[in-house]
């Protein structure tokens, strides 16, 4: 581990500069957008997008391990996904299992801990059998949390919790006075997960029903490149750009 931030302290990214590894956020979020039209672009099947996509997945959760970062949250799958041609729908509900066969032995080797967040419900057997393989496998590892948000909603996971605390209150087991921010975080898919640091966005400039709760305080990052081309310099890239800003959360 030593030798990989060393490695990495002496790779330029292509901007400018060494990565500073004093203030390297802890939850990195990423929205992965624009694998159709990167496919379009080059007369593909929208499909040939999201194969092309997992080599990011890949590239990114490397570096993001070799950085320290702690948690890595990937938006995979909406759900308004569902909306999109059956085919590709079908397509998509295949690439966790994909990913999983292609990347878990390395995963394991890198104590990394696979996560999901999202509604199990409606996703097919083969994809939740792949997810229910990879979390059980790498439960006890230590190192980055590879958070995987599929069939995910913000505004249904807090109506959610709006449901099971509003649940509680009738039964007894809260009281209204009980209700505040740290009390809706722990009924959210997040809890035990601190707050993204950074959350980055490729292509478009909208959250688009993602973590709406917990991006209040998150530093916001917009790249112009489709998800497919997103490499390690660009995420690199990004780091960069969070480690300038100063962080007031609402004071001076």
């Known amino acids: ?3 990989k931030i060393s490695n990495l302290m002496n790779r330029q990214t292509k901007e400018d500069g060494h990565i500073p590894l004093e203030n390297i956020p802890q939850h990195v979020a990423i929205i992965m957008d624009g694998n159709g039209r990167w496919a379009k672009q080059r007369g593909l099947p929208r499909v040939a997008g999201h194969r092309e996509g997992m080599k990011s997945v890949r590239e990114v959760t490397r570096a993001a391990d070799e950085l320290g970062v702690k948690v890595l949250t990937l938006y995979a799958f909406s759900t308004e996904n569902w909306k999109r041609p059956k085919d590709e729908v079908d397509y998509l509900m295949k690439l966790p299992q994909d990913y999983i066969n ?3 032995e390395e995963l394991i080797e890198k104590n990394v801990q696979i996560r999901l967040i999202g509604t199990e419900e409606g996703l097919p057997k083969h994809t939740l059998e792949a997810l229910k393989i ?7 590892n230590t190192g980055l949390i590879l958070n995987f948000a599929l069939n995910y909603g913000s505004r249904a ?3 959610q919790s709006v449901k099971d605390i509003a649940t509680k209150v009738k039964t007894g087991e809260l009281e209204v006075k009980d209700i505040d ?9 997040t809890n035990g997960l601190t707050d993204p640091d950074l959350l980055i966005r490729t292509k478009e400039i909208r959250l688009s029903n993602f973590m709406l709760w917990q991006l209040a305080y998150t530093e916001l990052y917009f790249s112009d490149v489709y998800w497919p081309e997103f490499s390690r310099d660009h995420f690199l890239k990004a780091i960069l750009e969070y480690q300038r800003r100063v962080r007031r959360y ?3």
């Open 1 to 3: 581990m030593l030798q």
């Open 250 to 252: 609402g004071s001076v």
């Open 102 to 104: 292609l990347e878990l």
């Open 157 to 159: 996971e807090i109506v």
């Open 181 to 189: 921010e740290s009390l809706v975080q722990t009924h959210l898919l």
């Open 134 to 140: 990879a979390r059980e496998k790498t439960q006890e």
